[in-house]
């Protein structure tokens, strides 16, 4: 739960930092800027939306499973399994609008020559690997190639943020 909360709040704020970003590397593709803001947010919502859906499914699960298997419950559990298959297929359809916003924000941050090279190429590669990460079927490359793509889109927008917060491109709090 502790982690959903954190998420919800990581969406709640990473809007103005979107709209921040957008606007400064408006200037000359906007309709890049703006498909890159909804991409992003538009990953951000649906994958709140799977992990609430996920939490919201574990605990009826392990209720089932912890009573005495019947052929009602096993219906039940089966059901509940589906429930959380489908939100995990959702999970992965969210890191796609994601990754690509971020690919997206990456190329132009490059092409605009606000921000430095190595940060461009910080969230080109951290999209690249939230592709790989979750576009194979599992294993060991994928589950590392899906933790270098949380840690490096974390990475990406700290740096970013303070790169727009000291040239002045971020809202500062009255």
Same mark, same amino acid.
């Given at each position: 739960?502790?982690?959903?909360?954190?998420?919800?709040?990581?969406? @709640?704020?990473?809007?103005?930092?979107?709209?921040?970003?957008?606007?400064?590397?408006?200037?000359?593709?906007?309709?890049?800027?703006?498909?890159?803001?909804?991409?992003?947010?538009?990953?951000?919502?649906?994958?709140?939306?799977?992990?609430?859906?996920?939490?919201?499914?574990?605990?009826?699960?392990?209720?089932?499973?912890?009573?005495?298997?019947?052929?009602?419950?096993?219906?039940?559990?089966?059901?509940?399994?589906?429930?959380?298959? @489908?939100?995990?297929?959702?999970?992965?359809?969210?890191?796609?609008?994601?990754?690509?916003?971020?690919?997206?924000?990456?190329?132009?941050?490059?092409?605009?020559?606000?921000?430095?090279?190595?940060?461009?190429?910080?969230?080109?590669?951290? =999209?690249?690997?939230?592709?790989?990460?979750?576009?194979?079927?599992?294993?060991?490359?994928?589950?590392?190639?899906?933790? =270098?793509?949380?840690?490096?889109?974390?990475?990406?927008?700290?740096?970013?943020? =303070?790169?727009?917060?000291?040239?002045?491109?971020?809202?500062?709090?009255?």
């Amino acid at each position: 739960m502790a982690g959903l909360v954190v998420f919800s709040l990581v969406l @709640l704020f990473a809007v103005p930092f979107f709209m921040s970003l957008r606007d400064a590397l408006k200037s000359r593709n906007g309709l890049l800027a703006n498909a890159a803001v909804a991409l992003l947010i538009l990953g951000f919502a649906v994958l709140a939306a799977s992990l609430f859906a996920q939490f919201a499914g574990l605990r009826p699960l392990a209720d089932i499973y912890a009573r005495e298997t019947g052929a009602r419950q096993d219906a039940a559990a089966v059901t509940a399994e589906a429930v959380l298959g @489908l939100t995990n297929g959702l999970l992965i359809l969210g890191l796609i609008p994601l990754s690509t916003g971020v690919l997206l924000f990456g190329v132009l941050s490059r092409k605009s020559g606000r921000f430095p090279d190595w940060l461009a190429y910080v969230g080109i590669l951290s =999209a690249i690997l939230g592709y790989v990460g979750f576009g194979l079927p599992f294993s060991v490359l994928t589950l590392a190639a899906g933790i =270098a793509f949380f840690f490096l889109l974390l990475v990406w927008i700290f740096a970013t943020s =303070a790169y727009l917060w000291w040239s002045g491109a971020m809202p500062t709090p009255a």
